[in-house]
């Protein structure tokens, strides 16, 4: 099987990303999109996000081999449900959500019978809606798919090649491990910088004002994370709860021992860590993960 | 005053981007430094940090007019008892330390007869040493002067005016009010990033392997900032201790919040903080303290 059309249902960041990322990459692939949002699909349909900006859902699906759901995993089960019975019975069923475990579990009771293959594009930037999308969004990123018991060879070959042909690189991945892996690289940090951004908002000592002036040295690195949308990420939090919890039982355990070292003066378990932490930036510049340049290549455009 | 000869003592990140900035922005101003550590000072000498690299503390303040210590706060009152006797008695003399109650005291106990005006740009990058210095650091970032009571006006404005030249905007500030604003847009920052960087690298269900490849989630923001210079960091929660904990009380009090929505699924809570959060990362970038672009830019790099 190779993938000849494509239905793209939500148009923001990802859905947008994915319709730039095959126009430029897989221009045999046709692309059709749809929004609940008339005016996400009056901007779609301006940028070009897809080939054909659909109408109704029901449009967007007919005839696809592959369909992309790109809406908040909290919504996914609804609406895939409401296009059951217009998606072509052979089509590849995915989607670009940050938890897995209760994707596959939506997607298989609103869609039975079904291929049903989650996938979770590590890739993304603070913005949301049809102007975030850009065609090199999944460049050297890792896509985690989850394919279930039993899936269909061919149509996993397809989703892989389909991502691969976008730029990015394929992992399979048991469901419940991909969500404890994120739950530590994406999930865990998204809450930390929400909440840190909202206890510097609730000072009464010091004042928003100064939190802004002075974010330099630090917090505004957080707020970029925190300026995600807020959508998106409930459901995260709603859908991926253990392994959420698990992560931040232990961040506050690891929290607390250096508050207490600080408390207590212990300077050589605070240098300790400190020193240990670096290892893992260089691994991530290594491996292409992040941008070398110092202080994310700001600096360069310091003035 | 006017200040015509600095003497830099320490020529890490910010000593080096002193002597830097000032070559570029005052040229007029002479600049001799040392560094404790050998090493340092052959690069230092090679990269042309400061007009004159000197092989000792006490040959680096003779003459000068000010005297900036760019050492872990921790040193800095060590290092200026040393050099007490060479300083000229009309010197001013400043730092650019992270905690300022500390470091005040320190240098008044050192040097008790002259004039101590400590100071801190909210500025830097995760680099330490002496190559990572630069002439920009300074650029359009605040520098918070905490002028003592009873200082001498002519050196605040000479103090004032030098890093102005430099690039910065002064503030003037109540020591005890800036550890108090630095320990929630810097410092508390700093410790989350080194603690969310220790837990991952600790677990046992999910490989360090697995966290660097997957880090674009959010994850490798963190990973720069607890990629900071370790002895630095050390120095500022021991010598900001009070501000500090009570920063990060707050902050799990708020995360413990946050935790039990999670545990509950109270979509709401959630919903309604990351939809506030949003506005501080609108104004930090209106106000020029951060750049503009999605994912700080790096998309631009991608590929």
Redesign the interface.
Known sequence: MTIQRVAIIGLGLLGGSIGLAVKEHLPEVATAGWDRDPATRVRAAERGLVGTVCETGTEAVAGSDLVVFCVPV?AIGAVAADLAAAIPADAVISDVG?SKLSVAKALAEALPGHCVIPAHP??????SGPD?G?A??F????C?ITPPEGVDADKLAALSAFWEGL?AKV?LMDPQ?HD???A????????????????????E??T?S???????????????????D??M???V??TN?DA??E??Q???E???A??RA??W?D?DT??E??????D?????IE?G???AR??????D???
Chains 1, 2 share one sequence.
């Open positions: 909290g940050s590590v890739a993304g930037t603070e913005r975030a850009f090199s969004l460049h050297n990123r890792w985690i730029g992992e491990h404890l892996v994120l530590v690289t994406s999930h865990l940090p998204h809450l930390i910088a929400y909440t840190i951004v909202g206890t510097a908002s609730d000072l000592g010091v928003q100064e939190v802004i002036k002075y974010s330099a040295g630090g917090f505004r690195d957080f707020t970029r994370i925190a300026a995600s807020p959508t990420w409930r459901d939090f709603l709860k959420v919890l992560m931040l232990r961040f506050s690891d929290l607390t250096l508050q600080i408390r003066g300077g605070l240098f860590l400190f020193t240990r932490t670096r893992i930036r260089r691994s991530i491996q993960q992040d941008d110092p202080d994310f290549g700001r600096s455009h310091a003035g």
